[in-house]
C-alpha cells in the first residue's frame, strides 16, 4: 500500500488571507455571544443599495439565469467604458473591459496575463494580502519594499528604482491602500508612471478604493498619466467596496486590448463568467446615477466621520501614533512603541479586551494593528476604549 502522493506545491505554499481567518474568528466569537468589538472587517458594514437588489431581483425573474458572455455583459461592459470616460476621461472600447467574479479575481488575471515563471513584481508593503500569493500562483516572484509610515506608507520613486532589476516585470499600485488608506497625490503618481514607463514594467493599478477618497481630495486614474503608461497599465476595480457588493463577486478589469482579450480568454477556462443576474444588479449601480451618488454620500459621511473620530482617539493613547489616512475605510496605527511583536500584540487583544484587530505583519509590515472602520459608531467607540485601556496595561 502506497501513501497519497504530496500536496502540489501551490496548494503547499499558499498562505490562507489572514485577514479573512481573523474577521472569521471575530464573527465566530460574536456569534457565540461573547461582547466582540471587531475591528477586522474587511469590506462595507451597510447594505447593498436597494434599487441594485431590486434589478438583480428583476434579471433573475425575467430569467438571466445563463452563461453570459466570458468578459460579461455587453450593457454592462459599456457603462463601465461610459464611467471611466465620465469619470476621468480615459476612453476604452468594450473590448477593453473584463468583468470577473470579484476585483480579487481580476488581480489574478492580470497577473497572470503579465508574468512568466521568474518574473519579478515589485509589491510596495504594507501590502493587500492576496498580491504576494497571487503572484507566487503565476510562478513570479514577489519583491516587496517597506514604506512606512514616515513615507505615508507610499513608494518613493528612489526606492522603486533601487527595486527594479532585469527580471522586473510588474508593479502593483494600491491608491487608496488597503490596509494603510494612503492616497497617493497625481504628482506621486506620475513620478513612478515615469520610472515605470523608462523600465517597461507593467503596472497593476488596484482602484477598489477610488470612491472612498476623503477630505474633497479626488481619485487619480493611474493608466491616464500619459499615452505610454496606459499601454503598460491594467485597472481593477469594482463593485465590492463602492456599493455595498462583496458578497455579489464582481470585479472589473480595464487594460489595452490584447491584455484585456488574454484575461477574458484565462476567465473563460478558469471560471467562465461573474454570475449573470449579479452583473444586471452593478449595471443599475452604473446606470442610475442619483440613487447611486445619494448611496455612496450617505456610507461615506458615515465613514469619514468615523475616521476622523478614530484616528483623535488612537493618538491620545500614549504610545500609539496613527496617520490621518486619505482614503478607504482602514487606520494603520504604529504600536512598535509597546516592544510586542504585531501578532502577539493582536492575539491579547482579542483575549483580553475581546478587541479584533488585523496585526500590520500580515501585510509586510511589522508593528502596526489595521483597524477598519466599517463598522459602527458604538463598536468604535467601545473598541477604542478598549484599546487604550489593554495599552495603558502594557506600559505599566
Ligand atoms: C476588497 C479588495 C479587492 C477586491 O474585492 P472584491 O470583493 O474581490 O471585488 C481588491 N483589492 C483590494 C485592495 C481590496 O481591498
Redesign the pocket.
Known sequence: MSTPHPLSVWARNVSPSPTLAIDAKAKAMLAAGEDVCSFAA??PDFDTPQFIKDAAIAALQSGKTKYAPTPGIEPLRVAVVERYAAEYGYKLTPAQVVVS???????YLGILAVCNPGDEVIIPAPY?V?YPEMVKLAGAVPKFVLCDDRAGFKLTPAQLEAAITPKTKLLVL?SP???SGAVYTRAELAAIAELCVRHNLYVLS?E??EHLIYDGNQPVNFAMLGAEVEQRTIT?A????TYS??G????TLVAPAPIAKACAELQSQMSSNATTFAQYGALAALKEKAKAVAALAEMKTAFDRRRKFLHAELNKIPGVSCLLAGG?FYLFPNISSFGLKDVEFCAKLLEQEKVAAVPGSAFGAEGYLRLSYATSDEIIAKGVARLAHFCAGLKK
Open positions: 474587511g469590506e467574479p470579484g476585483g480579487k479575481f481580476s488581480c493587500w492576496s494600491c491602500s488597503n490596509p488596484d477598489m478604493y481593477v469594482g463593485f465590492s467596496k457588493m462583496t455579489w463577486r464582481l470585479g478607504a
